[in-house]
Nanobody
Framework: QVQLVESGGGLVQAGGSLRLSCAAS????????MGWFRQAPGKERQFVAR????????VYADSVKGRFTISRDNAKNTVYLQMNSLKPEDTAVYYC????????????????WGQGTQVTVSS
């Protein structure tokens, strides 16, 4: 079993930055693909970014490409999401997820989820 705990969310003005962290415990996640998703009120959960086990391969949603960066530190069992140039439309609960095997941009391919952290961007 894997437990994921997100942190780093908060309130920020448009154009600002935040860095989210996702700390994993339980089984080591160093071999798992990891992802970030987000869900705004009344909307479906949306893919944000994905990183493979080594950190050498990343995928981003078009809406965040060039502004967000996903990274991981396997020694610390932690995944990060650096968010720059934030926009009001980035406001959502952000979730960290881990996949037991291969993973894509679909939430259904991830096996473990954190409880989420709120990000609010004011205009």
């Amino acid at each position: 079993q894997v437990q994921l705990v997100e942190s780093g969310g908060g309130l920020v003005q448009a154009g600002g930055s935040l860095r989210l962290s996702c700390a994993a415990s339980g089984r080591t996640v160093s071999v798992y693909p990891m992802g970030w998703f987000r869900q705004a009120p009344g909307k479906e959960r949306q893919f944000v970014a994905r990183i493979n086990w080594s950190g050498r391969s990343t995928v981003y949603a078009d809406s965040v490409k060039g502004r967000f960066t996903i990274s991981r530190d396997n020694a610390k069992n932690t995944v990060y999401l650096q968010m720059n140039s934030l926009k009001p439309e980035d406001t959502a609960v952000y979730y960290c997820a881990a996949a037991g095997s291969s993973a894509s941009t679909s939430a259904g391919t991830y096996d473990y989820w954190g409880q989420g952290t709120q990000v609010t961007v004011s205009s």
